[in-house]
């Protein structure tokens, strides 16, 4: 017992020796003396730790933006501090949306890398100074901080931390909180904030399990999903950007909007709707593209009806010539709609750029999506291929489309009924969206045979509505014709045979009347002799 309390007592005059004389340098040394004394200690001290140390800051030198390492070193070290870290602190993170365990602060964890054992460590330092700022590290700033063997120097270097990044980013974007995009108009920028878009948390059920398309189809759009979030070396190999269009067309209500959310949470990517008619310049539709993030789809809704993108390309002499030479056909009913609305600058070559020239090559890994109800209205160099690299066309709902709806309104694999819709479904066009309408319960407890049959009631009625379009359809078609025979009649030049005809009629007439007229004189010679 006397041995520890000397013991104790010799540590306790060390270290109260160590602080008085620290406080003595402290207060009589020089600045720079200190700097050198300290200076030379650490390396010292680093010839006899055979350890190395890095530290990764939470923030960066304009200490507004988290740094990406930071980020993606947290998410690779939450997916393990579950299991070998002591003390954690959960939390939602801002952009997840499931809780995220890491370690808590001043907390140590091991890893292991190709047999290396290597020690991450968590630290804070709290600044003391009461002081206003705006900046959000004034207070506390965080690091993280990694010791490891001098001898795995370039292992961990080149290899290791490459490793934890590339995978901390995997992980950030699989637990991150998919957002719906929409672009501001440029009158909506404000203040220091100005925001090129806005969002709200894209939470859409759609699932290619649900959507109702042909097995086939289905099976080949996934495999091209697949195929394109899998070629970044791919695409890199063959020298192009890593993009792919799509182009969905079809009725409306075919699910071109289903396929869209479907395709975002197959791939896990965030979404941008596209409005064009509030983009003024091609300028600003290249801004949009450059704030919009990797793994994401590029949506424009309706392409055919966002802006007069069709029939741009040049007129010919003729009709420069009748327009004044300026190649436009001014038409009173556009000119109105473009006064009343301001019309966007934005031009056909202003796209296509944004979808297939430089500027398309800044970021990666995204899909760029068009949808209409018209293919054949919009212009060919738009929708080649190159640009549009597939073209899914959604049609009228088939035989295999109706049996998951059934499954996913009526939860049946089979019914009586099916023979009979089948055959209706066949000969009828409707689209996705009226089958689900007359397949879904009116009732909380909806009977699948009542269902059944309402479809095959708007089956039928569809099949009326058809047959009578049609055959009024064929009605207007020949009256069409026999109006215009009759016309080409009235239009068709007269024959040489019509012109004798006329001609003899003519010399009949004059002869019967030059007849009449000399029997009058024999008349009244006869008349004047009697007299």
């Not at 934890?164 to 699989?174: D, W």
């Not at 979808?355 to 212009?379: H, M, P, Q």
Request: aromatic share 10%.
């Amino acid at each position: 017992m006397a041995s520890m309390a000397e013991i104790w007592t010799g540590i306790g005059s060390t270290l109260a020796s160590i602080m008085f004389v620290n406080a003595l340098v402290q207060q009589y040394l020089p600045y720079n003396i200190r700097y050198y004394l300290e200076k030379y200690f650490h390396k010292v001290i680093g010839f006899a730790n055979p350890y190395i140390q890095i530290s990764f800051n939470e923030y960066g030198v304009d200490r507004l933006k988290r740094c990406e390492a930071y980020t993606a070193i947290e998410a690779y070290l939450s997916s393990k501090s579950s299991k070998l870290a002591k003390r954690l602190k959960a939390q939602i993170g801002k952009d997840s949306k499931n809780i995220v365990l890491s370690m808590d602060d001043h907390e140590e964890m091991t890893d292991e890398f190709q047999g290396m054992k290597l020690w991450w460590s968590t630290s804070k330092t709290t600044n003391k100074s009461q002081q206003i700022s705006f900046y959000p590290t004034s207070d506390e700033k965080r690091f993280l901080k990694l010791k490891f063997h001098r001898k795995y120097r370039d292992i961990i270097t080149e290899v290791y931390l490459n490793h934890v990044i590339e995978k901390g980013k995997e992980l950030v974007v699989e637990n991150r909180q998919r957002k719906l995009y929409t672009n501001n108009p440029n009158t909506g920028y404000y203040g220091y904030k100005k925001s090129l878009w806005s969002h709200v948390v894209f939470d859409h059920p759609a699932t290619f399990k649900n959507i109702a398309m042909d097995p086939i189809k289905k099976r080949e759009i996934i495999d091209d999903l697949v195929t394109f979030s899998k070629g970044k070396e791919y695409y890199a190999k063959v020298g192009k950007a890593w993009k792919r269009g799509y182009l969905l067309y079809g009725p409306p209500g075919t699910g071109k909007s289903t396929m869209i959310a479907a395709i975002a949470n197959f791939l896990n990517y965030d979404v941008y709707d596209l409005e064009l008619t509030a983009v003024k310049e091609n300028s600003d539709l290249r801004k949009l593209l450059i704030e919009t993030s990797n793994k994401c789809l590029i949506v424009i809704e309706d392409i055919d009806c966002s802006l007069d993108l069709t029939g741009q390309r040049k007129k010919n002499k003729a009709d420069d010539d009748k327009n004044g030479g300026n190649g436009e056909v001014k038409n009173p009913v556009k000119e109105k709609e473009k006064e009343e609305r301001k019309e966007s600058k934005v031009t056909l070559s202003g796209l296509l750029n944004f979808i297939d020239g430089l500027w398309s090559a800044c970021g990666g890994e995204r899909l760029i999506i068009f949808t209409t109800n018209y293919v054949e209205k919009l212009d060919p160099a738009l929708i080649r291929r190159g640009r549009m690299d597939k073209h899914i066309e959604l049609s009228y709902c088939g035989f295999e489309g109706f049996k998951i709806l059934a499954k996913n309104y009526l939860d049946i694999d089979y019914h009586e009924l099916f023979e009979t819709i089948q055959s209706l479904i066949e000969e009828t066009q409707m689209t996705p969206a009226d089958v689900a309408e007359n397949l879904m319960p009116k009732t909380i407890n909806g009977d699948p045979e009542i269902c059944l049959n309402n479809l095959i009631e708007g089956l039928e009625k569809a099949k009326e509505d058809a047959r009578v379009k049609a055959e009024e359809e064929a009605k207007e078609k020949e009256l069409e014709m026999k109006k215009q025979e009759e016309e080409k009649e009235l239009q068709e030049p007269k024959t040489a045979t019509d012109d004798a005809k006329e001609c003899g009629t003519s010399v009949k007439e004059k002869t019967k009347d030059e007849s009449v007229h000399s029997n009058g004189k024999e008349c009244n010679g006869k008349l004047e002799n009697g007299k």
